[in-house]
């Protein structure tokens, strides 16, 4: 069964700490992607990783950074955090084969 | 305008009810489309791809207007378990996964 897994569901951390969220996908899928969901906007992409090590910047990726060191593992850093990153992260995979993208089961983010 | 919109519900419906959502996207040279299906707190996950012809699922149908622009989703014979809120997902270029856009989802609520 496809799996794409999330280090935290939850997390709370303080204006300016460096956060980390990993991600872990079992597919072997070349693609990779940090989503942020906010009430009433939808999926909005941060960064898309198409093979490891190469990054390619979504639509709102100021205040996040990525890492793919790894084929399974996609990291987004938050250098410094701010309230306004308060959101559900969704980390997703996708083969390449067809358009299916697997989702992660989130990490709601508290920045307070 | 929103490159994909979706009417927000939620739409409240009883067990057995059929209902119908409709979500528009804004480019015409959009190439594919998708419904993806998101319970409460949890990842979305593709329910059905839309194909041209129309296609059909089960109690779930699928269709494609080109000409105005927006892919519509039919449910028949409501259940419960279908009370979830649905994703309507746009690729606006071939392989391009990281152009897919999301829109806000529908809410619906099956009640007995």
């Known amino acids: 069964d496809v799996k794409v897994t999330q280090s935290s569901r939850y997390l709370v951390k303080r204006t300016g700490e460096k956060v980390f969220l990993e991600c872990v996908q079992d597919?072997?899928?070349?693609?990779m992607f940090w989503y942020r969901q906010d009430p009433g906007l939808g999926l909005r992409l941060i960064y898309f990783s198409y093979d490891v090590k190469m990054k390619e910047k979504g639509d709102i990726p100021e205040g996040y950074s990525v890492s793919r060191e790894k084929k399974e593992r996609f990291s987004l850093i938050l250098e410094s955090a701010s309230t306004n990153q308060t959101s559900m992260y969704l980390c997703?995979?996708?083969?390449?084969?067809?358009?299916?993208?697997?989702f992660g089961p989130g990490t709601r983010l508290t920045v307070t | 305008r929103k490159e994909v919109e979706q009417d927000p519900g939620p739409f409240n419906v009883p067990e057995g009810a059929t209902v119908a959502f409709n979500c528009t996207y804004s480019?015409?040279?959009?190439?594919?489309f998708f419904w993806y299906r998101q319970d409460c707190r949890k990842e979305p996950k593709l329910l059905m791809s839309v194909y041209s012809s129309g296609n059909e699922d089960g109690r779930f149908t699928a269709q494609l207007n080109r000409a105005s622009q927006y892919i519509s989703l039919l449910i028949r014979d409501s259940k419960l378990s279908d009370s979830a809120t649905y994703l309507c997902?746009?690729?606006?270029?071939?392989?391009?996964?990281?152009?897919?856009?999301f829109g806000a989802g529908t809410r619906l609520a099956v009640h007995p």
């Open positions: 997902v746009v690729a606006p270029q071939p392989r391009g996964y990281n152009k897919l856009i």
């Open positions: 997703a995979s996708l083969s390449g084969k067809s358009y299916e993208q697997y």
């Open positions: 480019n015409s040279a959009s190439q594919s």
């Open positions: 597919m072997d899928h070349e693609n």
